[in-house]
């Protein structure tokens, strides 16, 4: 239990500063100090660490010995080219993994019913939890370890909610991402494995343009 309120802890923490950091609160090149956070959040620094830890994975800070953590600010070229690692990764995932078991498909339909429910309820949060459980069940699927391991070291928990934020700034809608799942899933279930990578290439392919330059 001590472990899951951690686990609970430091998500939302990771959360609040990604927000604060897009949105300016958090200025380039200022310092986000460990101890004034635990203290303003009521946690111990482990938490907090461990939230920091994240951003940095993702770009979004820096960290130096004796210098601290310090605000990097959203790169959306870095950004852009990550989900396009992220496709190819995916795209060779899904040739691995077919035929997928039918259990796996159940599985991944009841993500995408998930994240329909989350659109229709304007609940952004949850359409990410459910959306990133979908592709990360893709990913075990493969078998593929060390693509695992690359897909988790990239932190879509952050970059996820960056995403989400470009989409919202540029006035597009999820339902789109909800109804190119579901024709992936359908390609899946048919065994058609060139239309399931075209799928996953058309559903990158649109995350990838909210980071295209204004």
């Given at each position: 239990?001590?472990?899951?309120?951690?686990?609970?802890?430091?998500?939302?923490?990771?959360?609040?500063?990604?927000?604060?950091?897009?949105?300016?609160?958090?200025s380039a090149g200022a310092q986000l100090k460990e101890l004034a956070l635990a203290r303003e959040f009521s946690v111990s620094q482990a938490p907090?660490?461990?939230?920091?830890?994240?951003?940095?994975?993702?770009?979004?800070?820096?960290?130096?010995?004796?210098?601290?953590?310090?605000?990097?600010?959203?790169?959306?070229?870095?950004?852009?080219?990550?989900?396009?690692?992220?496709?190819?990764?995916?795209?060779?995932?899904?040739?691995?993994?077919?035929?997928?078991?039918?259990?796996?498909?159940?599985?991944?339909?009841?993500?995408?019913?998930?994240?329909?429910?989350?659109?229709?309820?304007?609940?952004?949060?949850?359409?990410?939890?459910?959306?990133?459980?979908?592709?990360?069940?893709?990913?075990?699927?493969?078998?593929?370890?060390?693509?695992?391991?690359?897909?988790?070291?990239?932190?879509?928990?952050?970059?996820?909610?960056?995403?989400?934020?470009?989409?919202?700034?540029?006035?597009?809608?999820?339902?789109?991402?909800?109804?190119?799942?579901?024709?992936?899933?359908?390609?899946?279930?048919?065994?058609?494995?060139?239309?399931?990578?075209?799928?996953?290439?058309r559903i990158f392919e649109r995350i990838a343009t909210v980071f295209d330059p204004e």
């Open positions: 239990m001590s472990a899951l309120k951690r686990t609970c802890m430091r998500d939302h923490i990771r959360d609040v500063l990604v927000e604060r950091i897009l949105d300016g609160t958090y907090i660490r461990e939230a920091l830890r994240e951003l940095e994975g993702s770009g979004l800070v820096t960290s130096e010995r004796y210098r601290g953590t310090r605000v990097r600010g959203a790169d959306y070229k870095e950004m852009r080219e990550s989900y396009e690692l992220r496709s190819m990764m995916e795209e060779r995932a899904v040739q691995l993994a077919a035929p997928l078991a039918a259990d796996v498909l159940d599985e991944l339909e009841q993500h995408v019913r998930a994240m329909a429910r989350a659109v229709r309820a304007d609940d952004a949060e949850r359409y990410i939890d459910e959306a990133l459980s979908f592709h990360r069940r893709l990913m075990e699927a493969s078998g593929n370890r060390t693509f695992l391991s690359i897909w988790d070291s990239l932190h879509w928990n952050v970059r996820a909610r960056i995403a989400l934020r470009r989409f919202a700034q540029k006035g597009s809608g999820l339902k789109p991402l909800v109804e190119r799942h579901k024709a992936l899933c359908s390609r899946l279930r048919a065994r058609d494995v060139s239309g399931a990578t075209d799928e996953v290439r």
